[in-house]
């Protein structure tokens, strides 16, 4: 699903005045990044590590693991299709809705794939994966970690990739590399993309045990990280630049979003623990809604009605400041004033 992710900004060039559609915070200070890169900048005229090895000590000392365990990724998404190829043919279970390149990723290395959670025992073969995203895309929803914990370490026959990419857009308890190194049916994704929020520079990493690290290592390309993000991970890391704000004043502004979304007739706004908030429109369409709020407020969401499970009336929107937030809400009231009119 190449063209079918959010901040399809790219999509819109100038006409895109306020960006709802991307997860990640949008007000980064890249001020001090980008005079480092630029300090920096003769680092393109050589190859970078084949395998970003410097980045993967840097990651495995701050996140207190052995470095046989920590394998730096171009995104997450790199990570994802690594995995899938690893563990080719394999049985795979994918709750829905949720990041759709689970699915593609495991098509693509001939999975057996499962939605539903309730039949897999009697249905697919015991070499399975149990793909979890959590917080979850795009629903925003969190799991609870002892729950987590509870199931991986119960079933050990079974792998499970949980992929934490928006752990820094939570309040809520994650799993912690240093407390899961006895595990073994483990692995967990991470995106410095959005930690960091610099997507553009695709970092991700993947914490296991060492012996699929290992494995992991033997199929990927070299030097898929490029020299720039891998001189921005370390700057970034050795540095520890916090680029999101106050996390519980963000979060406030997202309950303070999600209550006045709520009181607009024809929306129904979904539970989130996050940032961003699954929403369905009534007595419209999720595209039309989006090229309405572009064509009049030069406002951008993100389509989800191409997200398994989800129908053409889903969208979700990411926080942003508040006076932005207030007229995402006031353009929407406009929307669904104007669908009333026409209706009468």
Known sequence: MIYGHGDDVFRYGDKVKINFSSNVYSQADYTELKEHLMQHFDVVGHYPEPDAHTLECLLAEKLGVKENTVMVTSGANEAIYLIAQLYKGWSSIIPQPTFSEYEDACRMFNHIISYDVKDEFDVLPKDRIYWICNPNNPTGNVLVKGMLNHIVRNHPRYLYVIDQSYADYTLAPMLEPKEMTDVFNLMLVHS?????????????????????????????????????????????????????????????????????????????????????????????????????????????????????????????????????????????????DHLNEVSD
């Open 192 to 336: 410095l993309s959005k930690t960091f929020c610099i997507p553009g520079l695709r970092l991700g990493y993947i914490v296991a045990s060492p012996i699929i690290i290992g494995r992991l290592k033997q199929i990927r390309q070299p030097w898929t990280i490029n020299a720039l993000a891998i001189e921005a991970g370390k700057y970034l890391i050795e540095n520890h630049i916090q680029m999101i704000p106050d996390l519980k004043v963000y979060l406030q502004e997202t309950m303070r979003l999600h209550a006045n979304l709520s009181t607009i007739d024809g929306l129904k706004v979904m539970k989130t623990d996050t940032n961003f908030m699954l929403v369905s429109i009534h007595n419209s369409t999720a595209i039309e809604l989006k090229r309405w709020l572009m064509d009049n407020y030069g406002i951008l969401i993100r389509d989800a009605s191409n997200i398994r499970g989800l129908d053409n009336n889903y969208f979700r929107v990411t926080t942003q400041q508040p006076e932005e937030n207030d007229l995402l809400v006031e353009a929407i009231t406009a929307y669904v």
